[in-house]
């Protein structure tokens, strides 16, 4: 598979697992419909309608695109990564029952790892 030429900082987010700041990502206050992709594959991972408000600075979806996103327990023990179920890259975190949404799941996503599709 051919991937993306991602930055410096990218690749530290998708192929180290690091994590953006908070409030600096290009996605966390988008609003427009289309589809997010993933920044290194371009595959599709969450809906525009998904994403919501959190108020925690990054990208929040309460639910993905079925068969997309795989869910990893950090090695922690506390937190459950999520990455691209296509190339392995790292998305963010979800984390579940903080009655946020009627889903109650919060997919954490650093706006690095991905890209956006517009609905056309």
Not at 71 to 79: K, Q, S, V, W
Request: proline residues 2%; charged residues 30%; neutral net charge.
């Amino acid at each position: 598979m051919t991937y993306n030429n991602l930055t410096e900082q990218e690749r530290i987010i998708i192929e180290q697992k690091g994590t953006e700041r908070a409030f600096t990502g290009k996605y966390y206050d988008h609003k427009a419909n289309g589809t997010y992709i993933c920044r290194k594959c371009n595959s599709p991972l969450f809906d525009s309608y998904t994403k919501f408000d959190s108020g925690s600075g990054w990208p929040s979806f309460d639910d993905t695109i079925k068969g997309a996103v795989r869910e990893i327990p950090d090695a922690d023990g506390r937190r459950i990564e999520i990455v691209c179920a296509t190339c392995g890259g790292h998305l963010g975190h979800v984390f579940k029952g903080e009655r946020m949404t009627e889903k109650n799941t919060r997919h954490c996503v650093n706006s690095l790892s991905l890209d956006f599709k517009s609905e056309k």
